[in-house]
């Protein structure tokens, strides 16, 4: 159900689409708008992975610059039945993650180094079986394409007012917007975008969490990885995230800081609902220690070191990683 609930709503995406281009230059304006989304459709299908990677500079790692962090991706793609995805990092002191791809045998997962620092070994493994549950269920390809989509909107929606075409249609009169009601739905659009865009990414975290969960074997790491990184969020700025919001869904936890307009609709869950979910999947499971602290010196991480921002710094052998 949830499938056909997203289908629905990528379609909602489209015809937003078009009904900007219809403001914009008419039932012509209508018709260009749906081939160009079928063109950022099809783009988004080859290259949108590529895109989302280069936009937050992410850098592919591998055994050698972060064994640690490869590891743990190896152990849990091979036990969620999954292909080795690539392992990138990105250069930002927010812990976070996110993961993109067209498909399980195209899929690349990425880490902050602010999660790599801050997050023990158990917690790091449960963002990424949340990341490779993304993956399985081809939720990647969706959220990507979402986020292409949404982006596309605001951009013709901008360009529109820039314009001022949106006094261009001539069928406006008779239809009864006229210039005011195109004004509207010219500002509107980047809005219910949003909305739309919300909503997919809700409608998946839940069952990434839950999938996560089951293939790192942690639910109470997972739900403790999901708190650090939204107390920090709140506190610790994304740059290259607050550069290019239509991305915000991809993450964990919505890694825009909320000073601005972006954070107005959250495109995730809140993670007080989130723990709970992992809460009691941890009872069904049958683990104990649900919430445990973490070790005292999982803070330091097995990245924290002197000798760049994914190299395992020396003395840190004691750490998590140990």
């Not at 880490?111 to 549950?133: P, Q, S, Y």
């Not at 239809?175 to 909503?199: D, E, H, R, Y």
């Not at 839950?210 to 610790?236: C, F, T």
């Not at 495109?267 to 992992?278: D, G, K, M, Q």
């Amino acid at each position: 159900m949830n499938y056909v609930r997203t289908v629905v709503l990528l379609a909602g995406l489209t015809g937003l689409f078009m009904a900007v281009g219809y403001l914009i230059g008419g039932a012509g304006g209508a018709v260009i708008a749906l081939i160009i989304a079928a063109a950022t459709n099809l783009f988004s299908y080859w290259n949108a992975d590529k895109l989302v990677l280069s936009m937050h500079n992410a850098q592919q790692v591998d055994e050698r610059s972060a064994p640690e962090f490869v590891a743990i991706v190896q152990e849990l793609a091979q036990h969620a039945g999954l292909p080795m995805p690539g392992v990138y990092v990105m250069d930002s002191p927010q812990p976070n993650a996110f993961a993109t791809g067209r498909n399980p045998q195209h899929a690349a997962v990425c880490a902050t180094t602010g999660l790599l620092n801050t997050l023990n070994r158990e917690e790091i493994a449960g963002v990424i079986g949340h990341e490779l549950a993304h993956v399985r269920n081809h939720d990647t390809l969706t959220m990507t394409i979402t986020a292409t989509i949404a982006g596309a909107i605001s951009m013709l929606a901008q360009l529109g007012m820039f314009f001022g075409a949106f006094g261009g249609n001539r069928d406006n009169n008779n239809s009864g917007l006229g210039v005011v009601g195109s004004l509207l739905m010219l500002v509107l659009a980047p809005i219910a975008a949003m909305i739309v865009q919300m909503a997919i990414s809700r409608t998946r975290e839940y069952a990434a969490d839950n999938l996560g969960a089951r293939i790192s074997g942690r639910p109470d790491a997972l739900a403790s990885a999901l708190v650090k990184i939204a107390h920090m969020a709140e506190a610790v700025p994304n740059d290259s995230a607050e550069a290019h919001p239509a991305t915000a869904h991809l993450f964990i936890i919505n890694p825009l800081s909320g000073r601005g307009m972006d954070n107005l609709f959250s495109t995730h869950p809140s993670t007080e609902n989130r723990v709970a979910a992992l809460e009691r999947l941890s009872r069904e499971m049958d683990l104990s220690g649900f919430g445990a602290a973490p070790p005292e010196n999982a803070a330091s991480g097995p990245w924290h070191g002197g000798r760049g921002p994914w190299e395992r710094g020396a003395g840190t052998r004691g750490g998590p990683w140990g």
